[in-house]
């Protein structure tokens, strides 16, 4: 891998949280920032299809500045999709509005896995020009680039779309281990081509989403999906960017993620971060965890919620977490108003910041 030009921003509060130093205030992105909650975007979107947006550095850019500009948030996630590098590699897919990625030729044999193509870097090459565009955009404002994790990625190709109860993918992972192991181990491949491509275009940080794991035992994951993190999170480790890893439900498995090697582990709502933080160990920091549900109940009910993840947030690091980024516990729903997520900003930069 070249070695990319890192920007240096000292005073980022998203960058000083993620790495252990302390930050001016307490730090705030979300996850689906961009997106359908705000107007500007529905806007810009209309008539172009979203994977056609994800491949034109333009719209990538400037979808990705929507939500720093509105709502001044400490850090712009790249606009992007997971399976945009499956796409790039040549994989025939498409995101089908209201539903989700859906696959022309599922993954369900030891052929189809020899099949699979491996992503060459120029592949993603719109990507990347978009990360530069992004980087004379952000000023001082850090930028997040990300990809699908190799379990989450693997479901949707074994499914053939979304899937409640991820049932061909646990047949095929319990039932054939080994074309399992093959699988993932072409994911992992794919997956840390596409960040090395973001990070030496000059990505601020990347967010692993393993948005899935939540529906696997402690030890189906330790068995048949931390070696692959393990290997995305060590390849691109000497980078020297903060990488955080992030899943929903994964309340029992929040421990075995942290091992997986990242330096900020996300917590989705159903686990205070007091909790979270024993069960991380000492070390990490840790983000989350508003539950984007309760951005419809009201400003007080909003307000109560925040000062509480604050205050847990504060606990959890007397408990060892070495920082907190406040985010939500998943992405932000389509139908949130945009005004309660700028409000809410407002007030967890006004809160005190912890010592
Ligand atoms: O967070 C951000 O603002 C960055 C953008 C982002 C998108 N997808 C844009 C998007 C990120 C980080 C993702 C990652 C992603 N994509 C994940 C992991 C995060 C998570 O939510 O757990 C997953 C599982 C996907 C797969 C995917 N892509 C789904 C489930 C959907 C929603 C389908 C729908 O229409 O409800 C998509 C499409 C998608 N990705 C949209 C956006 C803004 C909506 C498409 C649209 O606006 O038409």
């Known amino acids: 891998m070249s070695t990319p030009t890192r920007r240096r921003l000292p005073d980022a509060p998203f960058l000083a949280a993620a790495t252990g130093a302390g930050p001016g205030r307490r730090p705030v992105w979300f996850m689906r920032q961009a997106g359908r909650s705000l107007p500007e975007y529905r806007e810009l979107r209309a008539g172009i299809g979203m994977l056609e947006s994800c491949f034109d550095p333009e719209l990538v850019c400037e979808i990705t500045m929507q939500p720093v500009r ?155 999906v931390l070696p692959h993190s393990e290997r995305v999170f060590a390849e691109i480790g000497q980078a020297g960017v903060p990488r955080i890893h992030f899943g929903v439900g994964t309340g029992e498995l929040l421990g075995v993620m942290g091992e997986a090697g990242a330096d900020v582990v996300g917590v989705d709502w159903r686990v205070p971060l007091t909790a979270a933080a024993r069960r991380v160990g000492p070390g990490k920091a840790l983000q989350g965890n508003l539950d984007p549900a309760v951005l419809f109940a009201g400003s007080e009910v909003v307000d109560r919620e925040i000062r509480r993840i604050a205050h847990e947030a504060d606990e959890a690091i007397t408990l060892g977490a070495t920082g907190h980024i406040f985010n939500l516990g998943h992405g932000v729903l389509p139908d949130t108003d945009p005004g309660a997520i700028t409000a809410a900003v407002e007030l967890i930069h006004d809160l005190p910041t912890p010592l």
């Open 70 to 224: 509105r709502h001044g948030v400490d850090a712009a996630i790249l606009f992007s999709d997971i399976v945009v590098p499956l796409k790039a590699a040549g994989i025939d897919l498409d995101i089908v509005p209201g539903v989700g990625p859906v696959i022309a030729n599922p993954v369900r044999s030891v052929d189809d896995v020899r099949a699979l193509p491996r992503l060459r870097r120029e592949e993603v090459g719109a990507v990347t020009d978009g990360v530069r565009l992004l980087l004379d955009e952000l000023g001082e404002t850090p930028l997040i680039g990300f990809a699908g994790a190799p379990f989450t990625l693997a479901s949707y190709l074994v499914e053939g779309g979304p899937s409640r109860h991820h049932e061909r993918t646990k047949a095929l992972m319990l039932g054939d281990p080994r074309t399992w192991h093959a699988l993932l181990g072409v994911l992992t491949d794919i997956t840390v081509e596409f960040l090395r491509a973001q990070i030496t275009a000059g990505v601020d940080a990347v967010q692993l989403f393993d948005s899935w794991a939540g529906a696997l035992s402690l030890a189906q994951y330790r068995e048949f």
